[in-house]
């Protein structure tokens, strides 16, 4: 019904509900609900494309997101709709590193970080803001976050056979 558009199209419009939660027809699977300071910021898988919405001139967008080894990382902020800004935190709430390029130029910020919990803020510059196009976050990880898996080695001094059974047998 004309009813249920225009009330859809008032959530859409404060970037709730359309779309997997953003707007414009992106998965904003991360950013459907409020998450406008550290204590409310979603936690983001690594290695993963992020959708979201800069819905209004005050919206601000945190993530969160865990280290387990000291490495690099890069966060990539790119598909901007508008002039928005990237920042990241430590679990101190103290700045880490920011990117603040002019107009829809892509931010990105590469660091070598400890391991825990960091943050990251996405922000509009100068109240520009787009509710129906998503940005596009990334935090990819070079050396940080990742398990080293066991190898298995043989001398060449020794015979080694390796059986592999059918489980259950």
Do not use: M, R
Request: proline share 4%.
């Amino acid at each position: 019904s004309n009813e249920v558009i225009q009330v859809e199209n008032a959530w859409h419009a404060v970037g709730i509900g359309a779309a997997g939660g953003g707007g414009g027809g992106c998965n904003a699977t991360y950013d459907g609900g409020v998450h406008n300071t550290f204590g409310t910021a979603v936690a983001i898988p690594l290695n993963t494309d992020v959708h979201g919405t800069i819905s209004s001139a005050s919206d601000v967008d945190y993530y969160s997101f865990v280290i387990s080894t000291i490495g690099t990382i890069t966060i990539n902020l790119t598909a901007l709709p508008a002039d928005y800004d990237l920042y990241l935190y430590k679990s101190t709430q103290g700045g880490a590193g920011k990117s603040k390029n002019s107009g829809t130029t892509s931010e990105a910020i590469s660091k070598t970080i400890a391991k825990g919990t960091f943050y990251v803020k996405v922000v509009s510059k100068s109240g520009a803001f787009d509710a129906s196009n998503c940005y596009t976050l990334n935090l990819t990880t070079g050396t940080a976050g990742k398990e080293v898996p066991p190898t298995l080695t043989a001398s060449s001094q020794q015979a080694t056979t390796l059986s592999v059974f059918p489980n259950p047998a």
